[in-house]
């Protein structure tokens, strides 16, 4: 597709659960960013990719959280052990390449996780 | 660190009208890029227009224009005649070194 897509759109799961939130970047983009949105705020961000490795992942709030990117094309965060303050917005973004000053991101619809 | 900081937690405007969304941000970085992004209800963030740090003409894009302020440290958007597919949350953001961060958002509200 021309944008960025993430699936699912919507997730619910109950605590403790494992979930896996799915970004398929925009085609030739080598940078790919996951950010997290609680209700009423901007953006956080959590990891970026360069390719197939995980440039920067200072933004995971803890070792539940996990990203992985094993092509260089679509990526998975992947959370375990979900806690109810898990519940948010996470969105995906991607940019022609990481690095390169101020490249323009562009982000994909999130997926709204909520964690009862 | 780097901080954004939106004080206009909401606005509105009449449709045809000009508003102005206030954005401040703190870095001890020189260079930088500055955006301001869109964000209906649908959630998808979309790109309203950027502002690179080392030019000091203002970046204009059709009804979207930017007041920055390099030394204020002030990047204010103006919307010139307000549609109502303009009503969205939107974020300024501060991109340094890969480092983006996003303010909390203003809500505009364009009234018919």
């Known amino acids: 597709g021309a944008g960025v897509s993430q699936t699912p759109s919507n997730k619910v799961t109950e605590k403790g659960k494992y979930v896996e939130l799915r970004c398929d970047p925009i085609s030739g983009h080598t940078a790919l960013y996951w950010y997290r949105q609680s209700l009423g705020q901007g953006p956080e961000f959590l990891i970026y990719f360069q390719g197939t490795g995980a440039a920067d992942d200072s933004g995971l709030p803890n070792d539940r959280f996990f990203a992985v990117r094993p092509e260089g094309s679509v990526s998975t965060l992947k959370i375990q052990r979900t806690e109810r303050g898990d519940s948010a917005v996470y969105l995906c973004?991607?940019?022609?390449?990481?690095?390169?000053?101020?490249?323009?991101?562009?982000f994909g619809p999130g997926t709204r996780l909520t964690v009862l | 660190a780097q901080t954004v900081t939106q004080s206009q937690p909401e606005m509105s405007v009449q449709e045809a009208e000009t508003v102005t969304l206030s954005c401040t941000y703190d870095?001890?970085?020189?260079?930088?890029?500055l955006f301001w992004y869109k964000q209906p209800p649908s959630r998808q963030m979309i790109l309203v227009i950027r502002?690179?740090?080392?030019?000091?003409q203002n970046a204009t894009e059709n009804r979207f224009s930017v007041n920055f302020q390099k030394a204020a440290k002030s990047f204010s958007l103006k919307i010139s005649d307000s549609q109502l597919g303009d009503t969205a949350m939107y974020f300024c953001?501060?991109?340094?070194?890969?480092?983006?961060?996003f303010g909390a958002g203003t809500r505009l509200t364009v009234k018919p």
């Open positions: 953001a501060l991109w340094n070194n890969n480092d983006m961060r």
């Open positions: 973004a991607s940019s022609l390449a990481a690095g390169t000053a101020g490249d323009t991101q562009y």
């Open positions: 502002q690179e740090a080392y030019k000091q």
């Open positions: 870095t001890s970085e020189n260079n930088y890029y």
